[in-house]
């Protein structure tokens, strides 16, 4: 028969299941919950309260558990009832002052699933084996967790962790391994949202609230989380993260180590750099009273401070015919006194002015410039590489020409690495087996010199011919969308550029060219290489039209029968098949920054 005070006690039940990998093989909460329930029935004890808890117990700091242990010190209850002593603990902290509870009789009892622990000197002591026990096989877990994450990052080159954000960790049943492969549902659209701030000047939020709002991205589903939009936090560790141009970082030891990994980057390194330098100028935060074309993507040519805008307006008073400024504080005309408000049909002028913001040097002479003449240099800036609509459509149409038979190239050259690629992985995985193996037990048969010189080259070669796959497989899809921005924008930039919004003007400026700067009222750059290879062909055009005495404006889509110099020239270096091939290589490498 059951002792009266154990079943007149009254007990806490605990229910804790970890979310970590260390306890997959652990009752769920609901599992425990039904089997003590069954004992809570069967011995009639009274229940003060149920707590539950998904948290590791691996460190202490459970506030659930605390809470608990803060109860029953208070007098709330004297036992405890769990499925097991390791749901109550897993580190040294909470398992004495489990222990001293017992000691000191603030828990009387303990009931788990397969016994009653009571306050006598040889539970306490089952008690402390018990839960060094939990704790041994904890550690036991963790370096076992920890040796196969080293071994992935030292030997496979890969993220021993969680997969990032547009990853996955996919199975091989080849190899029995987990290599990491892209997330098709989110790689490609975080990779847009990072093109868009490095590229069409989006500021880290835009990015995200397109990211979310107009691209819908939900976060992976796991078994406690997820399906959620990206938190901005989440996004800035991703643009901050290196894994994301391929490095992968990883601290052992208290020392940190790096390497580039196996796995597709999402940028360049050239474009994490810029991407950086674009987080810096978002460190502090501005308040923006009004929104201005072209804003910080300019400089001043004397001193090298930003260019910033001002707004100015004047009123032409109606009756003294005083043009005068207008300010914040200005009420009335300061020749004849008449109130503005008062004043009939007044006419206002609005003038926009770009100039140094002198924080470099506060007498920078460098003047203002007013927006119309700005702009009436952009234009012509436009103009020198305008390409006609016709010769647009004709120069993509040999793209795709050009496109199919770097395909079929493209083909056999990934075949020929992939075979490769399978060979090398096939003669490390051998070598591994028998570097690994029982016969090899003491290094007798394989010294580990021996092993990691013959590893080296292999594992070299085979992550050269991984850099090569890749590079090759984002080639093409690279080559089309590039060209295809380049003709357009070239094409269609004026046109856009007069009826654009103040984002869309910006971003062509932007696209022009580097180092913009203002230099005695005269808007300088350094153009992208496509605009300067346009510009010295339509030269080129220009004077063999006058040689051949062609009065019209060529255009290659109308005109068939074009000479050959024209279509040298038109066409760039041909291979011997001129009329199939557009071959310039740097219309195909060339970078566009914007995407209109």
């Given at each position: 028969?059951?002792?009266?005070?154990?079943?007149?006690?009254?007990?806490?039940?605990?229910?804790?299941?970890?979310?970590?990998?260390?306890?997959?093989?652990?009752?769920?909460?609901?599992?425990?919950?039904?089997?003590?329930?069954?004992?809570?029935?069967?011995?009639?004890?009274?229940?003060?309260?149920?707590?539950?808890?998904?948290?590791?117990?691996?460190?202490?700091?459970?506030?659930?558990?605390?809470?608990?242990?803060?109860?029953?010190?208070?007098?709330?209850?004297?036992?405890?009832?769990?499925?097991?002593?390791?749901?109550?603990?897993?580190?040294?902290?909470?398992?004495?002052?489990?222990?001293?509870?017992?000691?000191?009789?603030?828990?009387?009892?303990?009931?788990?699933?397969?016994?009653?622990?009571?306050?006598?000197?040889?539970?306490?002591?089952?008690?402390?084996?018990?839960?060094?026990?939990?704790?041994?096989?904890?550690?036991?877990?963790?370096?076992?967790?920890?040796?196969?994450?080293?071994?992935?990052?030292?030997?496979?080159?890969?993220?021993?962790?969680?997969?990032?954000?547009?990853?996955?960790?996919?199975?091989?049943?080849?190899?029995?391994?987990?290599?990491?492969?892209?997330?098709?549902?989110?790689?490609?659209?975080?990779?847009?949202?990072?093109?868009?701030?490095?590229?069409?000047?989006?500021?880290?939020?835009?990015?995200?609230?397109?990211?979310?709002?107009?691209?819908?991205?939900?976060?992976?589903?796991?078994?406690?989380?997820?399906?959620?939009?990206?938190?901005?936090?989440?996004?800035?560790?991703?643009?901050?993260?290196?894994?994301?141009?391929?490095?992968?970082?990883?601290?052992?030891?208290?020392?940190?180590?790096?390497?580039?990994?196996?796995?597709?980057?999402?940028?360049?390194?050239?474009?994490?750099?810029?991407?950086?330098?674009?987080?810096?100028?978002?460190?502090?935060?501005?308040?923006?009273?009004?929104?201005?074309?072209?804003?910080?993507?300019?400089?001043?040519?004397?001193?090298?401070?930003?260019?910033?805008?001002?707004?100015?307006?004047?009123?032409?008073?109606?009756?003294?015919?005083?043009?005068?400024?207008?300010?914040k504080k200005t009420v009335y005309c300061p020749k004849c006194k008449?109130?503005?408000?008062?004043?009939?049909?007044?006419?206002?002028?609005?003038?926009?002015?770009?100039?140094?913001?002198?924080?470099?040097?506060?007498?920078?002479?460098?003047?203002?410039?007013?927006?119309?003449?700005?702009?009436?240099?952009?234009?012509?800036?436009?103009?020198?590489?305008?390409?006609?609509?016709?010769?647009?459509?004709?120069?993509?149409?040999?793209?795709?020409?050009?496109?199919?038979?770097?395909?079929?190239?493209?083909?056999?050259?990934?075949?020929?690495?992939?075979?490769?690629?399978?060979?090398?992985?096939?003669?490390?995985?051998?070598?591994?087996?028998?570097?690994?193996?029982?016969?090899?037990?003491?290094?007798?048969?394989?010294?580990?010199?021996?092993?990691?010189?013959?590893?080296?080259?292999?594992?070299?070669?085979?992550?050269?011919?991984?850099?090569?796959?890749?590079?090759?497989?984002?080639?093409?899809?690279?080559?089309?969308?590039?060209?295809?921005?380049?003709f357009n924008f070239s094409c269609y930039a004026r046109y856009w550029?007069?009826?654009?919004?103040?984002?869309?003007?910006?971003?062509?400026?932007?696209?022009?060219?580097?180092?913009?700067?203002?230099?005695?009222?005269?808007?300088?750059?350094?153009?992208?290489?496509?605009?300067?290879?346009?510009?010295?062909?339509?030269?080129?055009?220009?004077?063999?039209?006058?040689?051949?005495?062609?009065?019209?404006?060529?255009?290659?889509?109308?005109?068939?029968?074009?000479?050959?110099?024209?279509?040298?020239?038109?066409?760039?270096?041909?291979?011997?098949?001129?009329?199939?091939?557009?071959?310039?290589?740097?219309?195909?490498?060339?970078?566009?920054?914007?995407?209109?």
């Amino acid at each position: 028969m059951l002792d009266t005070e154990y079943q007149k006690g009254k007990y806490f039940m605990y229910l804790r299941k970890s979310t970590e990998s260390e306890e997959k093989q652990v009752a769920s909460i609901g599992d425990q919950k039904s089997d003590l329930e069954e004992i809570i029935q069967r011995e009639k004890l009274q229940i003060v309260q149920i707590f539950e808890e998904s948290k590791s117990a691996h460190d202490p700091g459970r506030p659930i558990f605390n809470e608990m242990m803060d109860r029953i010190k208070n007098g709330e209850a004297n036992g405890i009832i769990a499925w097991h002593l390791n749901r109550l603990s897993r580190n040294p902290v909470d398992g004495g002052l489990i222990i001293y509870f017992l000691d000191k009789r603030l828990i009387k009892f303990i009931r788990v699933k397969d016994r009653v622990i009571l306050n006598t000197s040889t539970d306490k002591f089952m008690v402390s084996i018990e839960l060094g026990i939990s704790k041994k096989y904890s550690d036991d877990l963790s370096d076992v967790v920890k040796r196969a994450n080293r071994v992935k990052f030292n030997d496979r080159y890969e993220w021993a962790g969680r997969p990032k954000p547009g990853y996955l960790n996919s199975f091989d049943p080849v190899t029995k391994l987990r290599p990491t492969v892209i997330d098709p549902d989110r790689f490609h659209i975080l990779k847009d949202s990072m093109k868009k701030i490095i590229y069409d000047n989006y500021t880290t939020l835009e990015a995200l609230h397109w990211l979310n709002d107009d691209m819908k991205y939900k976060t992976r589903m796991t078994t406690s989380d997820g399906g959620k939009p990206l938190q901005k936090s989440a996004f800035y560790r991703i643009l901050k993260d290196t894994y994301y141009y391929g490095l992968i970082t990883r601290n052992e030891d208290g020392e940190k180590k790096e390497i580039m990994g196996r796995h597709l980057p999402m940028i360049t390194k050239e474009e994490y750099d810029a991407l950086q330098e674009r987080l810096k100028r978002k460190d502090k935060p501005k308040i923006i009273k009004h929104e201005f074309a072209y804003r910080g993507i300019m400089r001043c040519g004397d001193c090298g401070a930003s260019i910033i805008a001002q707004e100015k307006y004047q009123i032409i008073c109606p009756v003294c015919k005083l043009k005068f400024h207008r300010g914040k504080k200005t009420v009335y005309c300061p020749k004849c006194k008449t109130n503005i408000s008062e004043m009939t049909n007044p006419k206002i002028l609005h003038y926009v002015y770009y100039g140094c913001s002198k924080r470099k040097n506060p007498k920078c002479p460098e003047k203002h410039i007013q927006i119309s003449n700005l702009e009436q240099q952009i234009e012509e800036m436009l103009a020198k590489y305008e390409i006609p609509e016709d010769f647009c459509k004709w120069a993509l149409r040999y793209l795709k020409v050009w496109t199919k038979d770097k395909t079929d190239n493209q083909k056999v050259i990934r075949e020929n690495l992939h075979k490769r690629h399978f060979e090398l992985q096939q003669r490390l995985d051998n070598l591994v087996l028998a570097y690994t193996s029982p016969e090899n037990k003491n290094h007798d048969i394989m010294p580990k010199e021996q092993f990691e010189r013959i590893k080296l080259p292999l594992t070299d070669e085979r992550d050269t011919l991984l850099g090569q796959l890749e590079s090759s497989d984002r080639y093409q899809d690279e080559v089309i969308e590039l060209t295809e921005k380049t003709f357009n924008f070239s094409c269609y930039a004026r046109y856009w550029f007069a009826t654009g919004d103040l984002r869309t003007k910006t971003q062509i400026l932007a696209t022009l060219g580097n180092n913009l700067i203002i230099r005695d009222k005269k808007l300088l750059l350094e153009p992208s290489t496509p605009f300067v290879i346009l510009e010295r062909s339509k030269k080129d055009v220009a004077e063999i039209t006058k040689c051949y005495n062609l009065d019209k404006e060529i255009i290659p889509t109308i005109q068939t029968n074009l000479p050959d110099a024209l279509k040298y020239k038109m066409l760039g270096d041909l291979d011997s098949n001129q009329d199939t091939i557009l071959q310039r290589d740097v219309y195909y490498h060339c970078t566009i920054s914007q995407n209109i």
